[in-house]
């Protein structure tokens, strides 16, 4: 299901206080992500902190939810 996602924008649920949206460029079988235009949604004691970035690769193992 998520081969079909290639190129749509998708929301990305980490293992740590972390979120992802960005572009899916790519994936492997163990879930290994390349997002592009990419937004980080992070929760601090502060409170919410937002980073952009063009291109993020995220390792599949700390990847909670797509």
Known sequence: LVDKC???RIHIVMKSDKE???TLLGFDD???TVLEDVTEFE???EGRR???LDQILL???NITMV
Request: charged share 5%.
């Open 6 to 8: 290639t190129g749509s």
């Open 43 to 45: 929760i601090t004691p």
């Open 59 to 61: 390792n599949g193992n």
């Open 30 to 32: 163990f879930v290994n």
């Open 20 to 22: 992802i949206l960005g």
């Open 50 to 52: 937002i980073t952009k």
